[in-house]
C-alpha cells in the first residue's frame, strides 16, 4: 500500500522550526516508518522574505517549487495545508493554534503547549467542536529510549517505582541577554526556565509515574509544590523545583534552572525498590540509560557473584537506543504519529493526549502561582509586571 501523506504548513522560521522542517523531510524509511510521508506545502513568517529564505534553506531542492512563502494567515488558509505546525515563542501558541484551528487545520505545538490551562482547555475544546487532530510537540515520548525505558521499569523486574528526580538546566548567562526581546528570559514572551526546559523533566515523570500500570485510572497528580528563584531584572524564574506526588504510585523532584549548569550524569534518576535507573544526559533527547540493580532485593542476584544463573544479575548495566543518524536529529518520529492519527481518524495521540498536556500544563500553573512569577503572556492577561 502506498504511504499516507501529510501536508504540513510551517508556522515561524526560528530555531526549532528549522530543526522540525529539516528532519520532517528526511526518508522515512530511515526511521522504519515506511506507512507514512511528509511534504511541506507553505511556511509562514512574520515577513514574506523570510519565509521563502527558510524555504531555500531548509527544504531539499526538489521540494522548494511545492513550497508557498507568506504569513501566517496564508499558511492557514492554504487549501493544500492539512496540518499545521506551531513554532512561535510560548505566549503566541494559543493564537496561532486558535487561528490553524478556526481555518480548519490540524495542529502540532510546541511545548509549553500554551502559557496556561484556561488556553489549553479552549484550545482543546475547539479541536474537539471542528473535529481536527491537536497534539503538544512531545517529541522525546516517541524515541526508542521512552519506550525502552518504559519496558524496562514496566515489566516489574526491579518492583515498584519509589521516587524520581528529573532535571534540566542550562547557564544560559541570563544577564548577557535582551530583557525585552530574549525569549528565554522575557516576561511577555513568557520566559524564565519553567516553560521552556520544565517540559522536559516532566516528560519522564509523565511517562514514569503517571503512565505507571500502579495509576489504572490514569488520575492526576495528588499534590503539587513549587518554588522559584525568581530572575528580579524580568521576574521569571531563574531556578525552579516541583515537587509532584501521584497516590500509590510514586514522588518525582523536579528541577530547572537557566542560571547554573547540570549535572550531566544525571538528568533522571528512577529509584526502584530493586535499584536505579538513570537516563543519559540530554533530557531531551537521550539515547541510552544505565540499570544499577540491588542485589539484596533481586531474587536470582548473589552479592558474590558465584554460582549464580545470571552473572550479570549484580552487574551495572548500560543500554542503548540511539536515534539513528537516517532519522536526523529525531523530530520526525513525532510527525509520523500526527500522520498516523489523522489518516486513522483520531482526534488526539494516546502517547501524548491531551489529558495528559493538561496535567503538565496545570502543574506549570501552580509552580508559577507558588512561586511568584511575574511572566505574562502576550494579552498581558496572566501575572504581568
Ligand atoms: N521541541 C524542542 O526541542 C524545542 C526546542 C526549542 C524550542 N522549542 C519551543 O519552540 C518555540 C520557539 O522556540 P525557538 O527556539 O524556535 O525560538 P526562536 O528561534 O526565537 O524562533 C521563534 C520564531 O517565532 C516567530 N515569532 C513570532 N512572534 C515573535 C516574537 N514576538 N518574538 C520573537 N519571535 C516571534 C519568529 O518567526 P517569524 O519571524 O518567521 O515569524 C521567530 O523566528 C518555543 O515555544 C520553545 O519552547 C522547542
Not at 544560559?172 to 516553560?195: C, F, H, V, Y
Not at 503539587?224 to 515537587?243: L, N
Not at 544525571?266 to 537516563?279: H, K, S
Amino acid at each position: 500500500m502506498a504511504p499516507f501523506e501529510l501536508r504540513w504548513g510551517i508556522i515561524a522560521t526560528g530555531g526549532i522550526s528549522t530543526q522540525f522542517t529539516k528532519d520532517l523531510v528526511l526518508d522515512p524509511a530511515g526511521r522504519d516508518a515506511n506507512d507514512v510521508k511528509h511534504i511541506v506545502k507553505a511556511v509562514g513568517s512574520r515577513s514574506k522574505e523570510s519565509a521563502d529564505k527558510f524555504i531555500s534553506a531548509v527544504l531539499p531542492s526538489d521540494l522548494q517549487e511545492g513550497a508557498q512563502g507568506g504569513t501566517y494567515e496564508e499558511v492557514f488558509a492554504n487549501p493544500e495545508v492539512d496540518v499545521v505546525y506551531i513554532g512561535t515563542p510560548h505566549t503566541y501558541h494559543y493564537e496561532n493554534t486558535m487561528d490553524a484551528l478556526n481555518a480548519g487545520k490540524h495542529v502540532l505545538c510546541e511545548k509549553p503547549f500554551t502559557f496556561d490551562v484556561e488556553e489549553l482547555d479552549e484550545l482543546t475544546a475547539l479541536a474537539k467542536k471542528k473535529n481536527l487532530f491537536l497534539m503538544e510537540a512531545v517529541w522525546t515520548r516517541f524515541h526508542p529510549i521512552a519506550y525502552a525505558v518504559q519496558d524496562a521499569i514496566f515489566s516489574g523486574k526491579y518492583g515498584k517505582v519509589k521516587r524520581v528526580f528529573a532535571d534540566l538546566a542550562f547557564n544560559i548567562e541570563p544577564d548577557k541577554l535582551d530583557a525585552k526581546t530574549n525569549r528565554m528570559i522575557a516576561a511577555e514572551l513568557g520566559g524564565g526556565g519553567l516553560l521552556d526546559l520544565g517540559p522536559y523533566p516532566m516528560v519522564w515523570v509523565m511517562m514514569i509515574l503517571h503512565q505507571n500500570p500502579g495509576n489504572k485510572e490514569r488520575a492526576p497528580p495528588s499534590s503539587v509544590k513549587g518554588h522559584m528563584r525568581i530572575y528580579e531584572r524580568t521576574g521569571v524564574d531563574a531556578s525552579s523545583t516541583w515537587i509532584v506526588d501521584w497516590k500509590d504510585v510514586g514522588t518525582a523532584v523536579c528541577t530547572t534552572s537557566i542560571e547554573t549548569q547540570m549535572n550531566l550524569e544525571r538528568c533522571v534518576t528512577v529509584q526502584m525498590e530493586g535499584g536505579e535507573l538513570t537516563v543519559d544526559f540530554p533530557t531531551f533527547r537521550p539515547e541510552g540509560y544505565t540499570i544499577t540493580p540491588k542485589p539484596a532485593n533481586r531474587e536470582d542476584a548473589d552479592p558474590e557473584g558465584e554460582g549464580n544463573a545470571n552473572p550479570d544479575a549484580n552487574k551495572t548495566q548500560h543500554h542503548s537506543h540511539p536515534v539513528p543518524e537516517s532519522a536526523g536529529r529525531g523530530m520526525n518520529y513525532q510527525a509520523d504519529e500526527v500522520a498516523r492519527c489523522i489518516r486513522d481518524g483520531k482526534l488526539e495521540s494516546e502517547r501524548c493526549n491531551l489529558a495528559e498536556s493538561r496535567i503538565v500544563q496545570s502543574v506549570f500553573d501552580e509552580v508559577r502561582k507558588q512561586g511568584g512569577y511575574l511572566g505574562g503572556n502576550a494579552k498581558g492577561k496572566a501575572g504581568t509586571r
